[in-house]
């Protein structure tokens, strides 16, 4: 049974915004009394020593019945009630947090009788836990407090709550504090989201997977926007066929005056060897923009075990590599750990036999936790999972004719429609000025019809990614199912 420290330095919880939106809708229907509900949470640490609490299963306890008058304070949860959701996260290594309301909207904290509650009975819930914190949550209809007791007896509060979906919202037990004033590159776009957005976005960690010709645009939008640190991962080298829709890229990073078909076969291998790797040009061009902004790369696969722990860290997660392999990462992170993403790509479209283009679209497809995942959507291809995952020598085993795979066209602004798309989606969920009835579906640019789609988003409950069944991944943080990682 995998471990992990609960020695945090901060502790934030995480919901999905269907779950936030239906617990609020439970402790504020307008009565103005108070109600009772408990989090059933996965546990996920940063690699900086943040402690994120996941939000899994909302369990809504039903007045008079689940919730009652107390014998000491004003209000309780059953013991049954409280028994079955303990035995529940034991069995299943999560985090209990039993949750009341009180009034006020942007502050909230513990009332001294709930205090006298909680060292009343979570010494006892500890023991049943089994190695797992266990909690409780107050909640203001903008705020959330928290006390979290964890296995060794010490106890800690909860730092501050993050609410995803189609926007981003952080509450805490009072209003965070403005930012200082946003330097004076920014201020074209500060007077639309204000100096707090421009905060967010400096403090914002993205990755990007694939740093070509989408995750070079993407690369160059986000420092411009101001984001301060990226994780980029990519495992190839610039090429010569790269440099029309690679931005920042050069004939010198391809080596093109030595791998003209003229030179010999031992200078072409040299310069595509010694060619830049692209995460280094999207470095280079996200300093260019924001000589602040923090940037790791990782020329390697983000397959690798390492790499994919990277993402771990992240506020947001951009797909612009098309394997299958890459997708079923990707939907796997979003949905264990609950970090936002999206999956970005253009594709031409052609018949085999008589060369005609039969289509050409840029896609943009959200993903987040509680909207349905790939898998649910049917954009993961077992087969070419499976063919990704045989070696050199068993494809050419299978291949019916001796070629290898024909290279997809790319054209740079096919791939500028999907980045900007996907920026700006960031851009609003980050700042929080997306529109609350914004489409969550799948956008599908085709620029020959000059039209736009949109394909909504399916889920399935039973779902071993997206759905919340005792075989799925869905918000368990470190302790739930191994990533799909090489090895």
């Given at each position: 049974m995998a471990e992990i420290s609960l020695n945090g330095k901060s502790w934030h919880l995480v919901m999905p915004e269907d779950m936030y939106d239906r617990l609020q809708t439970h402790l504020f229907p307008g009565d103005g009394d108070e109600h009772g509900a408990v989090i059933e949470a996965g546990i996920a640490r940063t690699s900086d020593g943040r402690i994120r609490l996941l939000a899994r299963t909302l369990h809504l306890a039903q007045d008079g019945v689940d919730y009652v008058p107390g014998k000491r304070g004003y209000r309780m949860l059953k013991a049954n009630f409280i028994r079955d959701?303990?035995?529940?996260?034991?069995?299943?290594?999560?985090?209990?947090?039993?949750?009341?309301?009180?009034?006020?909207?942007?502050?909230?904290?513990?009332?001294?009788?709930?205090?006298?509650?909680?060292?009343?009975?979570?010494?006892?819930?500890?023991?049943?836990?089994?190695?797992?914190?266990?909690?409780?949550?107050?909640?203001?209809?903008?705020?959330?407090?928290?006390?979290?007791?964890?296995?060794?007896?010490?106890?800690?509060?909860?730092?501050?709550?993050?609410?995803?979906?189609?926007?981003?919202?952080?509450?805490?037990?009072?209003?965070?504090?403005?930012?200082?004033?946003?330097?004076a590159d920014y201020d074209r776009q500060v007077r639309m989201f204000g100096d707090a957005g421009q905060n967010i976005l400096r403090n914002a960690r993205v990755a990007i997977i694939g740093l070509g010709g989408v995750g070079s645009l993407l690369a160059q939008y986000l420092a411009r926007l101001g984001v301060g640190y990226f994780i980029l991962i990519d495992p190839d080298r610039i090429d010569l066929t790269n440099l029309p829709r690679?931005?920042?890229?050069?004939?010198?990073?391809?080596?093109?005056?030595?791998?003209?078909?003229?030179?010999?076969a031992w200078m072409r291998r040299l310069a595509f060897a010694t060619a830049t790797p692209k995460v280094?040009?999207?470095?280079?061009?996200?300093?260019?923009?924001?000589?602040?902004?923090?940037?790791?790369?990782?020329?390697?696969?983000?397959?690798?075990?390492?790499?994919?722990?990277?993402?771990?860290?992240?506020?947001?997660?951009?797909?612009?590599?098309?394997?299958?392999?890459?997708?079923?990462?990707?939907?796997?992170?979003?949905?264990?750990?609950?970090?936002?993403?999206?999956?970005?790509?253009?594709?031409?479209?052609?018949?085999?036999?008589?060369?005609?283009?039969?289509?050409?679209?840029?896609?943009?497809?959200?993903?987040?936790?509680?909207?349905?995942?790939?898998?649910?959507?049917?954009?993961?291809?077992?087969?070419?999972?499976?063919e990704e995952g045989q070696t050199e020598r068993e494809r050419q085993a299978q291949r019916y004719v001796d070629e290898k795979s024909i290279v997809a066209p790319s054209v740079i602004t096919l791939n500028a429609v999907g980045a900007s798309q996907a920026a700006n989606d960031f851009l609003f969920y980050m700042t929080g000025l997306?529109?609350?009835?914004?489409?969550?579906?799948?956008?599908?640019?085709?620029?020959?019809?000059?039209?736009?789609?949109?394909d909504g988003p399916r889920r399935s409950w039973e779902c071993t990614e997206c759905g919340v069944g005792s075989k799925g991944r869905l918000a368990r943080g470190d302790l739930g199912k191994r990533l799909p990682v090489k090895g």
């Open positions: 959701r303990v035995l529940e996260c034991r069995d299943e290594r999560l985090a209990y947090l039993a949750i009341h309301n009180h009034g006020g909207t942007t502050r909230v904290g513990f009332s001294s009788d709930d205090f006298d509650s909680h060292e009343r009975g979570y010494p006892a819930l500890r023991d049943i836990a089994r190695g797992m914190p266990v909690g409780a949550l107050v909640f203001a209809r903008e705020a959330v407090a928290g006390d979290i007791w964890l296995p060794d007896g010490s106890r800690v509060a909860l730092d501050s709550a993050a609410i995803i979906g189609r926007r981003l919202r952080q509450i805490a037990s009072a209003p965070i504090a403005k930012p200082k004033h946003s330097a690679v931005v920042g890229a050069t004939r010198f990073d391809a080596r093109a005056f030595f791998t003209h078909p003229d030179r010999p280094k040009i999207a470095k280079r061009i996200i300093h260019r923009a924001n000589p602040h902004a923090q940037v790791d790369t990782f020329q390697a696969d983000v397959l690798e075990p390492a790499v994919a722990a990277k993402l771990l860290d992240c506020d947001y997660i951009f797909l612009a590599a098309d394997t299958m392999r890459a997708r079923l990462l990707f939907n796997a992170v979003v949905h264990q750990y609950l970090i936002p993403g999206v999956q970005v790509g253009s594709k031409v479209v052609h018949d085999k036999d008589s060369g005609e283009i039969t289509g050409v679209h840029s896609i943009v497809r959200p993903v987040t936790p509680d909207c349905g995942c790939l898998w649910c959507n049917q954009l993961i291809n077992r087969a070419k999972l499976q997306t529109s609350p009835d914004a489409s969550r579906g799948y956008q599908r640019f085709e620029p020959r019809r000059r039209a736009v789609a949109l």
